[in-house]
């Protein structure tokens, strides 16, 4: 792996598609903390424009929150793929969350002191960055919430955080359905990603020929090249897009 990854000759024909905590913005002990550099939303703007529409958002957050982070509908997969967005329409799956299992997670998780809980359009996470003594306690908790659920959900353990999401539904699923549509299709997908949560990302574009960027210092990765923080990635991005208006025919 690379320690980091330089602009390539074939840039103008990416698909470029970007996780957000920990690899655009910078970690915060709660989600709602993260803090969005006034200059990002106008470079991921210009990207866009450079890559023919060729951007995407690919999170675990809901297309929601999504778009208060980061708004004006752009194209975007929440909730870990769960939730799908090209072109301005939207699709998802019909609601896995029954009121009842999220009251139930949300009863036992209150008596953990330090823990967040998280309730998405599509999921359920639990943060335990104030509290890393309950991470045994919540896996267990949210293994029985997935037993007791109606819909089938699976387990996604992140930097501190555990999440319960629909199954069959992954950032490289999702990946992969943007590569089947305009002005995805052709192109050499790129994901830059930093957690567990995105590996699959990393699976789906390394099939595809593509490129898989890892942001942070992790070993255990599929990435095949690497930055060390969001902030190294920021940067990248903007001398990115000024070699990529220097090349613009």
Same mark, same amino acid.
């Given at each position: ?21 920990? %690899? ?63 072109? !301005? ?11 009842d299992l999220a009251r139930m ?27 890393? =003594? ?23 353990? !992140? ?22 549509? =305009?002005?995805? %299709? ?51 991005? %903007?001398?990115?897009? =000024?070699?990529?208006?220097e090349t613009r025919p």
């Amino acid at each position: 792996m690379t320690p980091s990854l330089t602009p390539l000759n074939d840039t103008l024909s990416w698909a470029l598609f970007l996780d957000i905590d920990g %690899t655009l913005l910078d970690l915060a002990s709660r989600p709602d903390d993260v803090v969005v550099p006034c200059d990002l939303p106008p470079l991921l703007d210009t990207l866009t424009a450079r890559f023919s529409g060729a951007l995407a958002l690919i999170s675990g957050r809901s297309l929601e929150d999504i778009d208060r982070l980061f708004p004006g509908g752009r194209d975007a997969a929440g909730s870990h793929g769960a939730e799908w967005r090209l072109g !301005g329409a939207t699709s998802a799956p019909a609601d896995v969350w029954s009121c009842d299992l999220a009251r139930m997670i949300e009863a036992e998780a209150s008596l953990l002191p330090g823990v967040l809980v998280e309730r998405k359009t599509r999921s359920v996470a639990l943060h335990f960055r104030a509290a890393p =003594q309950h991470s045994a306690a919540l896996r267990t908790m949210a293994e029985t919430a997935m037993r007791a659920s109606v819909r089938p959900l699976r387990l996604l353990e !992140g930097k501190m955080v555990i999440e319960l999401v629909p199954a069959g539904m992954t950032k490289g699923g999702a990946i992969k359905r943007f590569m089947d549509c =305009q002005p995805y %299709t052709g192109r050499k997908p790129v994901f830059i990603g930093d957690d567990v949560t995105d590996e699959s990302g990393f699976v789906a574009v390394n099939e595809m020929g593509g490129l898989s960027i890892h942001v942070g210092d992790d070993p255990a990765t599929a990435a095949r090249f690497r930055f060390h923080s969001p902030a190294w990635l920021r940067h990248w991005l %903007t001398g990115l897009e =000024q070699s990529l208006g220097e090349t613009r025919p």
